[in-house]
């Protein structure tokens, strides 16, 4: 009984010590995470290249793909929303015009104000201060991260690790997998090998269904904004689309910056209108059909915890937290579900109470 208890204890004080050191070391192990990321979601279609051409060819085949997609982003779709976003910039001193010629008297109509009630002169003067001292301060900024020299030398470090890292455990993954198992424990296999399955199964699901989701909004909104004439259409499409993960915050956020935007260039209602349309529209196609089609509710989580996650992924590891914060998430998830199931069934939970 006290050899079962210490090994429990040891056990139970390495899995705290091991979530210390990954909360300690979370800034260095970030781009090792994403590369983990990257090869689990990759690995499916390199092991159907597996069957037509060696291991190693189709991996080099899926990673060449996936470097000329983020190159073609690079050149095309990055300049293309700095130029949406300069010029939405670009636009604020005229919708500030508007908003105290036009906006802001219908207002103080309205509602019997007295005419220094709204007034926009500070933001005025401290735009006017601040506006052409702008491109100074990016520079500056700039200036001091080349300056440090630390800075610069991390981003590029993650730069070249993430995408090494991820080519060699594309390329090793069944390896890697099989490993792994040798070293279990034998009475542990049979579970650990019944929760890897489903735990596999889930995050394999939801990842790809998942970003299908993401593109599938983001296109929806670019195009749909296109449509009805909104200049940061692709801008606000992309946005809207890359944080469609947490629900309900991708149609927030995207339908803010979409009324903002449209404010600022259109100054009237039927665009206002019609942008909202075209996010009402977009929430029922993903709530309806997206969704229960290509994700169904394979991670289980209440859209409060899910939101927990995600904040409590990016606070612990930054960005990459927050991108691994649900896949985190969809583990634990079936991790819990075994621990209650194993819990319904102990002397425990069905001992009757005392009499």
């Known amino acids: 009984m006290k050899s079962v208890l210490r090994r429990r204890l040891l056990l139970g004080t390495a899995g705290v010590a091991a979530i210390v050191l990954l909360c300690l070391l979370g800034p260095v192990l970030t781009p090792f995470f994403g590369a983990a990321l990257l090869a689990y979601i990759a690995d499916p279609l390199v092991g159907r290249l597996q069957r037509l051409m060696p291991r190693s060819w189709a991996t080099a085949l899926v990673f060449f793909g996936l470097s000329l997609l983020a ?5 095309f779709a990055i300049p293309a929303l700095q130029h949406q976003l300069v010029n939405l910039l670009q636009r604020l001193p005229r ?3 508007w908003l105290e010629q036009a906006a802001l008297p219908w207002l103080q109509l309205r509602l019997d104000l007295p005419t220094d009630t709204l007034s926009l002169a500070a933001v005025r003067t401290w735009m006017q201060g601040h506006w052409a001292q ?5 520079a500056q900024g700039l200036g001091q991260l080349v300056s440090s020299g630390f800075g610069l030398i991390g981003i590029l470090i ?5 995408p090494v890292v991820t080519f060699y455990l594309l390329r090793d993954w069944p390896l890697l997998v099989r490993q792994i198992d040798e ?9 650990v090998r019944q929760f890897a399955g489903e735990a596999d199964h889930v995050l394999g699901g939801f990842l790809h269904g998942q970003l299908l989701v993401m593109a599938s909004q983001g296109t929806f909104y670019a195009l749909a904004l296109t449509l009805v004439g909104l200049d940061q259409a692709l801008l606000i499409g992309f946005v809207a689309g890359m944080v469609t993960f947490v629900p309900y915050l991708g149609g927030v956020i995207g339908i803010t910056l979409a009324l903002v935007a449209g404010l600022i260039q259109f100054h009237d209602w039927p665009h206002i209108l019609a942008i909202g349309g075209v996010f009402a529209v977009g929430q029922l196609l993903e709530s309806l059909l997206l969704t229960p089609l290509l994700i169904g509710d394979r991670l289980g989580l209440h859209p409060v915890a899910v939101i927990f996650a995600v904040m409590a992924g990016g606070q612990l590891f930054g960005f990459f937290g927050v991108l691994l914060a649900l896949p985190v998430s969809a583990v634990l998830v079936v991790l819990l579900r075994h621990a209650l199931a194993r819990y319904r069934d102990s002397e425990w939970y069905e001992q009757p109470p005392p009499c």
């Open 71 to 75: 190159l073609l982003m690079l050149l």
């Open 95 to 97: 919708f500030i015009d």
């Open 134 to 138: 702008a491109g100074s301060y990016a």
């Open 158 to 162: 993650n730069l070249v690790l993430v």
């Open 183 to 191: 070293l279990l424990p034998r009475r542990w296999q049979p579970a």
